[in-house]
């Protein structure tokens, strides 16, 4: 599949009426500073019919009015705190075509080719690009890219949503709640939980993943699980709760996958092994925050096990450590992290754990759910997207789990192993035992 680029501009919001100051600026919140600092991308297909690029790019200056951080840049005020911008200087808008039928190009297997589905994520000063791809069927490609210290994938959801209804010529609901102030620290602060060596590190202390010489090594490895499969997986996960609230199909795949990764890793029997797991603070917190607010507001919850248990003990096992763990994140975890962030990161140094550029997380995982955030619903003016997925991310060990495109309730799983691994993870990926 070869990918032509045709145009590359900026588009800028436009506004009905006076427009905004554009000398202002957002302070980064603790949950901002905290998340990984990079950008993601995410790709959609859509069959014909499609709406022009012309109408795409109306409708998103339009949403650009209204989520403004997204056309703004990142940078530093006069007393160096890190803020947005909101100075309108937009965001980057490439328009593509390839010389083929969507069918043709299909399926969109998780290599490097999708890279040349959106642009490059490297040394970009524009917080969301946009790359419209045309085939010669009338199907289009949206490869969409945006900075992660701006918004969470709840919040760039939303803001997706946002986009398809301005192309559609309805007003923009909900409406983004924009106040990343709200997270006050107590007086006095108090630090409940232990956070260094958690979300926090001292650079110093940094720790040393593998260093993978030929990334050609790692292969993202895409896994189909039916409604049914993920039924009795999860029946089996909660057959030993003592008759509490069933564990949910989400715990109950990664608990699925831990142990067949584990597995298929052939790791030492005394080696601990951890998943990163993220969760949504906006209904941890107490009062709650609502569903729009717009910014990053995730912590992780961070289960682990010895190698020797987790693969000694039935899947049940693997599903409680999980459960427990992100119970554990709960309103008073959110606060500690708050008053820790504010009170302790810059007076001791710490940097986030969390980093985009380790190559392999062996013998961890990291697990992206997007199950419940609403992809499918961007709709342009034709239809919702007959795929959506992430795009090619091959750090080992970091997993996206997407709902699937069939619809029923089944997800798609993107799982980055070393080639030494697959043959046997394949083996075991879908057994029950």
């Known amino acids: 599949m070869k990918v032509r680029k045709e145009s590359s501009r900026v588009v800028k919001p436009t506004y009905e009426g006076t427009p905004p100051p554009n000398t202002t600026y957002v302070p980064l919140s603790v949950f901002d500073k905290v998340t990984y600092n990079t950008h993601m991308a995410v790709i959609y297909a859509y069959c014909p019919p499609t709406p022009p690029n012309v109408a795409l790019e109306l409708g998103l200056q339009k949403a650009l009015s209204v989520f403004r951080e997204w056309a703004g840049r990142l940078g530093k005020n006069d007393k160096g705190d890190h803020v947005i911008f909101l100075n309108d200087e937009g965001v980057r808008f490439v328009e593509a075509s390839v010389d083929s039928?969507?069918?043709?190009?299909?399926?969109?297997?998780?290599?490097?080719?999708?890279?040349?589905?959106?642009?490059?994520?490297?040394?970009?000063?524009?917080?969301?690009?946009?790359?419209?791809?045309?085939?010669?069927?009338?199907?289009?490609?949206?490869?969409?890219?945006?900075?992660?210290?701006?918004?969470?994938?709840?919040?760039?959801?939303?803001?997706?949503?946002?986009?398809?209804?301005?192309?559609?010529?309805?007003?923009?609901?909900?409406?983004?709640?924009?106040?990343?102030?709200?997270?006050?620290?107590?007086?006095?602060?108090?630090?409940e939980f232990e956070h260094e060596g958690v979300e926090f590190m001292s650079e110093t202390l940094k720790k040393e993943y593998p260093i993978v010489d030929d990334i050609n090594d790692?292969?993202?490895?895409?896994?189909?699980?039916?409604?049914?499969?993920?039924?009795?997986?999860?029946?089996?996960?909660?057959?030993?709760?003592?008759?509490?609230?069933?564990?949910?199909?989400?715990?109950?795949?990664?608990?699925?996958?831990?142990r067949a990764i584990t597995k298929a890793r052939s790791l030492n029997s005394f080696e601990t092994t951890q998943v990163r797991i993220s969760v949504n603070g906006r209904i941890r917190l107490n009062p709650g925050v609502p569903n729009e607010y717009f910014g990053n507001l995730v912590l992780w919850a961070f289960p682990s096990a010895k190698v020797k248990d987790l693969l000694r003990e039935p899947l049940p096992y693997a599903a409680k450590i999980i459960d427990d763990a992100i119970t554990k994140v709960n309103n008073n975890y959110f606060k500690s992290f708050i008053d820790f962030a504010k009170y302790k990161v810059e007076t001791e140094n710490l940097i986030p754990t969390a980093d985009m550029n380790k190559s392999a997380l062996c013998p961890n995982l990291e697990v992206d759910s997007w199950l419940r955030f609403p992809f499918y619903d961007l709709d342009f003016g034709g239809g919702c997207p007959c795929i959506f997925m992430p795009s090619y991310f091959p750090t080992e060990g970091m997993m996206f789990l997407v709902p699937s495109f069939i619809g029923d309730g089944s997800i798609d799983a993107f799982i980055p192993l070393f080639q030494d691994n697959l043959a046997s993870f394949k083996q075991i990926c879908y057994s029950l035992d």
């Open 218 to 258: 790692i292969l993202v490895h895409k896994v189909h699980f039916t409604l049914e499969f993920l039924g009795k997986l999860k029946a089996k996960a909660s057959s030993m709760n003592g008759g509490n609230k069933p564990y949910s199909t989400f715990e109950s795949l990664v608990a699925h996958l831990w």
């Open 101 to 191: 039928t969507l069918d043709q190009a299909m399926p969109f297997k998780p290599s490097a080719s999708l890279l040349s589905l959106h642009p490059s994520l490297k040394g970009v000063a524009e917080l969301v690009q946009v790359q419209l791809t045309r085939f010669t069927c009338g199907s289009m490609v949206v490869g969409f890219t945006a900075h992660h210290l701006v918004a969470d994938g709840h919040s760039t959801s939303n803001f997706l949503v946002a986009w398809g209804q301005a192309c559609r010529g309805l007003a923009i609901s909900p409406i983004p709640l924009h106040d990343r102030a709200i997270f006050l620290p107590r007086d006095p602060p108090i630090f």
